[in-house]
């Protein structure tokens, strides 16, 4: 059984910092890309910030230069860290990895989702 076990959300105030992490655990034979989505209240679930097992990256544009992805292959672990938050960036945010189980065959998993609150 395969887990995605996200932590690091709460409330900050505007301007402020927080480091989200998410481990992949499980019977897991390979992790290909691992990223971060976030859903607000009303709105579409959209990408956050992606990396792939090589550590080319990608990020929504409304993140760069603020956030930063980045993924420790060795405990099957990515995190985001998010600075200069501001209350749009108020939202679920979820962990999504594509891999392959040694028991199953290869397709997209996602976390639980934690809650990220940016307000004064």
């Known amino acids: 059984q395969v887990q995605l076990v996200e932590s690091g959300g709460g409330l900050v105030q505007p301007g402020g910092s927080l480091r989200l992490s998410c481990a992949a655990s499980g019977s897991i034979f390979s992790i290909y890309d691992m990223g971060w989505y976030r859903q607000a209240p009303g709105n579409e679930r959209e990408l956050v910030a992606t990396?792939?097992?090589?550590?080319?990256?990608n990020y929504a544009d409304s993140v760069k230069g603020r956030f930063t992805i980045s993924r420790d292959n060795a405990k099957n672990t990515v995190y985001l860290q998010m600075n200069s938050l501001k209350p749009e960036d108020t939202a679920v945010y979820y962990c999504?990895?594509?891999?392959?189980?040694?028991?199953?065959?290869?397709?997209?998993?996602w976390g639980q989702g934690t809650q990220v609150t940016v307000s004064s």
């Open positions: 990396i792939t097992r090589g550590g080319i990256i």
């Open positions: 999504n990895a594509d891999l392959v189980p040694f028991t199953a065959t290869r397709r997209y998993y």
